[in-house]
């Protein structure tokens, strides 16, 4: 196509360009250079695999193996686009089974970055050393003959500033990180991994025999009780793993791990196979959690479908579909949980709260009620679970004007409190209710004089992530001004502190999970409001007494009270329902007595 002066309009990118955008599409950020480094490092048959990073990887990236390594031709020859020891033909394409085969990786990384890449073969003399800057061969050296692959990967972006200005903070691209080599180890458990970050030691993943044994390498332990095994298979497939006992579900979707053929990958015809292999064992409101290792015959599954590999095909995706919803159907009826089907729900109804927080429990006291309301019963604790004790257990009162006259008739299977309001009559959900009453009480501090701390008698050590423990690292300040005193304890730990003012008992793992969970989102947030609201339902909610508790009359009567002064909002912060009414006229016409 020619333009009116008669030159052409089309022409041919030059080749750095072309390999720029290439990387673009492969490398969108740290991870995505630790994650292509450490699959190749899984290639080439590597038992050990230690990954060092500086300043979120925008310092440095170190990928270290004890693989086959490569000679001197090979070496150079691997940066070149789509040069690759995995393929010869297209036919191959249907049977992938590397981690990586379409000869991007190494080019992709060399054109935004500065590399050094030492390498030498078991049976080499010498090895070879390769110095490149925007993917040009600077230097070609010899280097000792240590069997494997090491490359440094430094001033990644340097050539792309427009791509560098979306690279995130330090914390929050070392969180990436971790995500990879933490997937990188669930998928391969027999392989030793180390990660460093600024020379500290962060994730250290000595190989095991099981699937099972590294989950709990990488999720606390806890996590991996909860959990019952899945395991099934059928011609051509089968899947493996552990998913969580509904009894134990929360609000939460960490993890949801899926790796088919040890490629990490989301997938949503699995992850609804999952969602409906639970069916009426998850309560409203809850997520499943599972690590689940899916082996399919290579020819079956398409893997060349996205440029980082992160999604897949099947050939059969509704013959999957089966074999994971039966699985996880079979998996959960021969859980614990599954005494009786019909009895799962009034179980979880009475063992945890309500909108899909964690249990009330630990050594036995009284919960926090608002000044002059009647105190809750006193509770045991519960076997393996904690509970926060407060220093000081007083709390501001606000004023409350009852509209109504309120009188308690009962409470119906300990969850429902059935009062009289007014003329109405009123069945109400006493855990929505109160977290009602709470959140309207924190975002009034929240707006007016900011939240008031208050400090633990003891406090409470949780154990986090590396991902979870960067989120918090970043995040740790804002937190703090809603109440929340944190400490640093250990590599991965934190200790609480304090709390909001004003809060019961909380568990202080579930409420830390429910928190980081929430401020996982702040980056998509479009503003502080938005930001802080979620946060303040999580607290609420882990505040509010628990459906399950008993209640007395007087207590009752008070709970209602403050939900009316709190304008009788009809939803919980999360949206659940709190109340269902019938005015005495509706009564009289349901017996009849109209017109009587």
């Not at 992938?96 to 049976?123: D, H, N």
């Not at 999957?320 to 159907?329: C, E, G, T, Y």
């Not at 257990?393 to 009289?420: C, K, M, S």
């Not at 009316?564 to 659940?576: D, F, I, S």
Request: charge should be neutral.
């Amino acid at each position: 196509m020619l333009t009116a002066d008669g030159h052409a309009k089309i022409h041919v990118l030059s080749g750095d360009v072309v390999g720029r955008i290439a990387a673009g599409e492969v490398i969108e950020r740290p991870a995505a250079v630790v994650k292509e480094l450490v699959e190749n490092s899984l290639d080439a048959g590597s038992r050990s695999i230690v990954v060092d990073v500086k300043d979120g990887g925008l310092g440095l990236i170190r990928v270290t193996d004890d693989g086959e390594g490569m000679n001197r031709s090979d070496a150079v020859r691997a940066f070149e686009r789509h040069a690759t020891s995995k393929l010869r033909s297209d036919e191959d394409l249907w049977s992938i089974r590397t981690m990586g085969f379409r000869g991007e990786a190494l080019p992709s990384i060399g054109a935004v970055s500065k590399v050094r890449l030492t390498t030498s073969t078991r049976e080499a003399s010498v090895g070879t050393e390769l110095h490149l800057t925007a993917g040009s061969i600077k230097k070609t050296l010899d280097a000792a003959p240590v069997a494997g692959t090491r490359i440094d990967v430094t001033e990644l972006f340097f050539n792309q500033p427009a791509r560098k200005k979306f690279v995130k903070s330090i914390p929050t691209e070392f969180s990436h990180i971790t995500r990879a080599v933490q997937q990188a180890a669930l998928a391969w458990p027999a392989v030793h991994l180390r990660l460093t970050h600024n020379g500290q030691e962060i994730l250290h993943y000595p190989a095991v025999a099981s699937d099972r044994d590294r989950i709990a390498q990488v999720y606390p332990r806890t996590f991996v009780d909860q959990c019952v095994t899945v395991e099934s298979a059928q011609p051509g497939a089968r899947v493996g793993g552990v998913t969580l006992d509904p009894v134990q579900a929360t609000s939460s979707r960490v993890p949801q791990d899926l790796f088919v053929n040890r490629r990490p990958v989301r997938q949503a015809a699995v992850f609804h196979a999952v969602a409906e292999g639970y069916g009426a064992f998850l309560p409203k409101g809850r997520h499943p959690r599972f690590v689940l290792f899916l082996d399919i015959d290579p020819d079956r599954v398409d893997v060349n479908v996205h440029p980082t590999k992160r999604e897949i095909r099947f050939a059969d995706s509704e013959s999957i579909h089966q074999l994971v919803r039966r699985a996880v159907r079979q998996a959960l009826g021969g859980s614990k949980s599954d005494h009786a089907v019909s009895g799962i729900l009034a179980r979880r109804e009475e063992s945890v709260p309500d909108a899909g927080r964690a249990r009330s429990s630990g050594d036995a006291m009284i919960q926090v009620q608002p000044t002059g309301m009647a105190p809750m019963r006193v509770t045991g604790p519960r076997e393996g679970e904690a509970q926060l004790a407060f220093a000081s257990e007083a709390t501001e009162p606000y004023v409350r004007v009852p509209a109504r006259e309120v009188v308690a008739l009962g409470q119906l299977n300990r969850t429902f409190l059935i009062v009289q309001v007014g003329g109405d009559l009123a069945v109400i959900d006493q855990h929505t209710a109160h977290e009602r009453v709470l959140f309207e009480r924190l975002v009034r501090a929240w707006t007016t004089r900011g939240i008031q701390a208050q400090p633990l008698l003891i406090p409470e050590p949780v154990e986090l992530s590396p991902p979870q423990a960067a989120l918090l690292e970043r995040y740790r300040g804002d937190l703090e001004k809603l109440g929340l005193e944190l400490e640093s304890f250990g590599a991965s730990a934190v200790l609480i502190r304090s709390v909001p003012h004003g809060l019961g008992s909380l568990d202080a793992r579930a409420l830390l999970q429910d928190l980081l969970d929430d401020v996982g989102q702040w980056e998509q947030a479009p503003d502080l409001d938005r930001k802080v609201r979620p946060v303040l339902a999580s607290l609420a909610c882990h505040g509010a007494v628990r459906a399950g508790r008993e209640m007395e009359l007087p207590e009752i009567t008070r709970l209602v009270e403050d939900w009316l002064a709190e304008g009788a909002v009809t939803t919980c912060p999360h949206g659940r329902r709190t109340s269902f009414r019938l005015s005495a006229d509706e009564l009289e016409k349901m017996f009849g007595r109209t017109g009587w």
